[in-house]
Structure formats: structure tokens, C-alpha cells
């Protein structure tokens, strides 16, 4: 009997995941698929692309080939806010420019900023221009390929990419929109036409908007995926984080979600419009929400580089190590701002830390540390927060950085604040799945796709909050010397591990369209 499913499907930085769920919110099966991204100099984090839908078509052959499906609906997100950018045709005349991580556009950042005032771009958009802003990635573009730029283009994120290809449509959720600062309008919850013309020109044709739930189009029969029928729903999708918000119930007022991931990601459900010219004020998922979020710009990226560093053969042996140190990791502290820093600080020339070694300390001492450094930076993204205006009154969190309750445990110890876990931490896919269910009106409530487990709760733990004061106050102490050796960093040839990307290498012809 043929069994009728959903489809989830999320393109993270360092991998790519899919599920099948059925319609009572079983998890059928799950597959990933890991990929790269490229970093390179001037601060360029890109990824070409064509993975993107590659990636699909591989995740939906392996799920759904020689199989006794009906897919019903497809839900769609990834990282965000990407900036993709093709001709009117959809041929790509660059890779992607990655989301906050991709400091590209510093100079454009300042013009703009110098131009309209922090204050204004703040008041009227909700955020000021950042790294995780999406318009001056287009202004940066837009300078370097003038010529397409003439003859007109589109830009894309990577769900809304695999929208275009499944159905034809050319679609951008209101979430994502509202990344795209300046050129989407909160108040009105449309494009603003004027600062899209002087950004990206006369010929930049924007997506039509629509919310993350609601239905963008149906799939169109496809001989890639000959596994595909058309007709299926395929809903608008969004920014992987806050598809993963929506797996774990984490939407309500007032309630913060955090995401374990390549980087720490943070997202405050407020009943109105909160702004700091630190953070990030977006649209909700869902019409009527609101939100304020932040990020670092490590967290498991930093992890997984410590794991490798050190030839630790995975990451249980390195929590056994550290969960045989002590709270303070024995008079250890660190700053993890290894690939610069987002939220609050905002500050690309930052660099990771570590002071207090001594002879005696060991491998399972550093990795505490590096642990509770993002702790902190975690504590100081909720303090700038609730300075703004957010009321947090509880913490539901997700990711692969969950799958132990050590790193939780810290961040609840540091913070002092309860964090929920659900029985089911998959992540966005899941997310993604049960918002297209729930738009066919299959599924009401996430209880009934992923009933809460367990709580962490917090610690006397009276060393963290002078640790924290330290914390905050060794990037104050070293930040010019931090600025100085990110100069000199930027004036050594790239590692043979870190290659130049291929937008730092020259740039094609104009006119030229960009090949994988």
C-alpha cells in the first residue's frame, strides 16, 4: 500500500539533509550529504550554486527511488542570507556569497551606512548593515559584474533556488526578505523599490514574496528526478535557523531558540518590532511575528577544527576529556572568535584566544574552554537582548551540538537559564516538513511530531560569572592587538588548507557567465 509522506529538505554550511516523515509525524527516514564551502581572501565564504540542487536530486532519488511513497508536500530551507546571483535565464554568473560568515561587502557597508546614517538604516529596516545584511553582497556584485547586471538578473538563496527549479516560480519568503537589508520595507512587508534601484539597478528583478508556510507553488514533472511527480505542494521555506525554530516548537512570544550548528545561532520571539544596532530585527516565519536574532560566527566550525587539529578520533573522546576538567576549565579562558565575530560585537578582525595555559593543562582542558567561550558569547548575545526590549522567559534549543547534554549543560550553567530539548534534534529538515504538513492542514501541533524529552537545567556555578566578566573583558584589553595580527594574517599566503576562493582570483570577462 502505497504510504503518503512529507519531504524535508535543508542545505546547511557543511552539509546538506533530507527526511521523510508520514502524516502522523513518524520519521520514516533521513539521509545528508556533506559538501564544502570556500574561504578565501577579503573575507569571501562562498559555495557555487549548482550543489544546491544537485544536492537535491540526490537526497530525493535516495529517499524516495524504489520506494512505496507518495510525497504529499515539500518544505524547503537552508543557510541564509545567501546571495546568489544568475541572468533572467537562471545561468549563475558567481558563486554564492554565504551569509554573515562572508565579509565581502565591508566597503559597501560603510557607503551605505555613511549615506543613510546607523540610525535611520536601524529605524526603518530594523538592522543595521552588517555582514548578515543581503544588500550590500548585491552592491558588491552589482560593482563587479556590471555588464549582467545591465542585461538584467536574479538573485537567489538556496531554497528558493530548489523552488525555482521544482515549480518555475521565482519566490522569496518575508523572513529572508527582511535579511536582504535595505531592501525590504517592515513596515509594509514589501520590497522598497527606490533602494533596490540604486543598489542593484534598474534590471535587478526581485522575487515575489510570500510567508515561509504558504504554498509557492507545485513541482513540475522533471526528467533529472524522474522520481518526481508534479503537482506536489512546495511551500516558500525560509532561513535554515528558523526552520529548525518551527522544528522544535520554539515560535511562541517571548521564547528564545537556539541553534547548535556550524555557528551558534540565536532567535528571540517578540510580539513587536525590537531593534539593536547589533543584532539582527526580522520578520517572523508567519504573518504577524517578529524577531530579533544574532549569531556567532563559531561554534561548531570551532569544534570540529580542534577535533582535527589535535587527531581526537571523534567528539566523544574529547567531552570525556573535558568532562574530567572542572567548571573554568582549571584557570583556562578563551575567546572564540577564530573566524571573526557577528553578534554583538560585530567585528571581522577579531581573533581567538587563549590565556592561563600552563604546562599542566591538557587536551580535555583546551576543549572545555573553547566550550565555555561560546557559553559566554552565548550570555552576551541574551544580555544585549533583553537590553533591547526582548522578554526571553525560556530556551528551547537543537542541533548536532545537543546530541550531549555536556555543551548544553555548560551554556545553561553560564547563563543560568533552562533549555528545552525535543525528542527529535534533526534540525530544519524537520521544520521544513512539518510546515507543509501543517499548511495542508495534516498536522495541528509539533507536540504531536516531537514531544519535549528532557530539560537541561542550570548549576550554581559561581566561577562563571567572574570567568564572564574576564571575557568580555580580554576582548576590550586585546582588540587592537587582535586588529593587528589580522592585518599581518592578511598579508601571509593562504594555507594550503585554506585556498584562495575563486572570486579572489581575477574576475571573468565582463559579461561572462560564471561555469562550474
Not at 153 to 166: G, K, N, Q
Not at 203 to 229: C, D, F, H
Not at 294 to 317: I, N, V
Request: contains cysteine.
Amino acid at each position: 500500500m502505497t504510504q503518503k509522506v512529507f519531504f524535508g529538505f535543508d542545505v546547511g554550511t557543511s552539509s546538506t539533509k533530507a527526511v521523510l516523515i508520514d502524516a502522523n509525524g513518524q520519521l520514516l527516514n533521513t539521509t545528508t550529504t556533506e559538501h564544502t564551502v570556500t574561504r578565501g581572501e577579503h573575507g569571501l565564504v562562498e559555495m557555487p550554486m549548482f550543489v544546491w540542487w544537485q544536492e537535491f536530486k540526490d537526497l530525493y532519488r535516495a529517499l524516495i527511488g524504489g520506494q512505496d511513497f507518495e510525497v504529499i508536500g515539500i518544505g524547503l530551507s537552508g543557510m541564509g542570507p545567501c546571495v546568489g546571483i544568475t541572468s533572467l535565464e537562471g545561468i549563475p554568473i558567481a558563486p554564492s556569497a554565504l551569509y554573515g560568515v562572508d565579509w565581502r561587502a565591508t566597503d559597501e557597508i560603510q557607503k551605505l551606512t555613511t549615506r543613510y546614517g546607523k540610525e535611520y538604516l536601524l529605524h526603518t529596516y530594523d538592522s543595521a548593515l552588517t555582514s548578515q545584511a543581503g544588500g550590500p553582497k548585491i552592491a558588491w556584485f552589482q560593482q563587479r559584474y556590471a555588464a549582467d547586471f545591465e542585461r538584467g538578473v536574479r538573485f537567489f538563496m538556496p531554497h528558493s533556488w530548489v523552488v525555482w527549479h521544482l515549480t518555475g516560480e521565482y519566490t522569496l519568503d518575508r523572513h529572508s526578505a527582511s535579511q536582504m537589508t535595505p531592501l525590504y520595507r517592515p513596515e509594509t512587508g514589501e520590497w522598497d523599490d527606490s533602494m533596490v534601484s540604486e543598489i542593484g539597478g534598474k534590471n535587478l528583478e526581485m522575487p515575489r514574496l510570500g510567508w515561509s508556510n504558504e504554498i509557492a507553488g507545485e513541482t513540475r514533472p522533471n526528467p533529472e528526478i524522474p522520481e518526481l511527480k508534479g503537482g506536489i505542494p512546495v511551500i516558500f521555506g525560509t532561513i535554515d535557523a528558523w526552520a529548525e525554530q518551527e522544528s522544535v516548537g520554539a515560535t511562541e512570544n517571548h521564547h528564545l531558540f537556539l541553534m547548535y550548528g556550524t555557528t551558534l545561532f540565536l532567535i528571540a520571539n517578540t510580539d513587536r518590532r525590537v531593534r539593536h544596532l547589533s543584532m539582527w530585527g526580522t520578520a517572523g516565519t508567519r504573518k504577524g511575528t517578529h524577531h530579533l536574532a544574532g549569531g556567532l560566527a563559531t561554534s561548531g566550525a570551532l569544534t570540529s577544527w580542534f577535533r582535527d587539529l589535535t587527531g581526537a578520533t571523534g567528539f566523544a573522546q574529547l567531552i570525556a576529556e573535558a568532562e574530567g576538567t572542572p567548571a573554568g576549565a582549571h584557570g583556562l579562558l578563551a575567546l572564540p572568535y577564530f573566524a571573526g565575530e557577528r553578534t554583538p560585537i560585530q567585528d571581522a578582525d577579531a581573533r581567538g584566544a587563549l590565556i592561563g595555559l600552563t604546562l599542566d593543562h591538557t587536551r580535555g582542558h583546551i576543549y572545555r574552554a573553547l566550550l565555555e567561550s561560546t557559553a559566554f558569547a552565548v550570555r552576551h548575545n541574551i544580555e544585549t537582548m533583553e537590553a533591547a526590549g526582548a522578554n526571553i522567559q525560556g530556551i528551547t534549543c537543537a542541533g548536532g551540538g545537543v546530541k550531549s547534554d555536556f555543551w548544553p549543560q555548560i551554556i545553561s550553567d553560564v547563563t543560568g537559564r533552562e533549555q528545552l530539548i525535543r525528542k527529535y534534534t534533526i534540525g530544519a529538515s524537520l521544520g521544513d516538513a512539518f510546515m507543509v504538513a501543517q499548511t495542508l492542514g495534516v498536522a495541528s501541533d509539533i507536540n504531536e511530531w516531537n514531544p519535549i524529552n528532557h530539560v537541561i537545567y542550570p548549576r550554581e556555578m559561581p566561577i562563571y560569572n567572574q570567568l564572564y566578566l574576564d571575557y568580555r573583558q580580554l576582548y576590550v584589553s586585546t582588540k587592537d592587538i587582535q586588529h593587528r595580527l589580522s592585518r599581518l594574517q592578511g598579508q601571509m599566503e593562504p594555507s594550503p588548507q585554506n585556498p584562495v576562493s575563486p572570486s579572489a582570483a581575477p574576475r571573468p570577462r565582463a559579461g561572462r557567465p560564471y561555469r562550474r
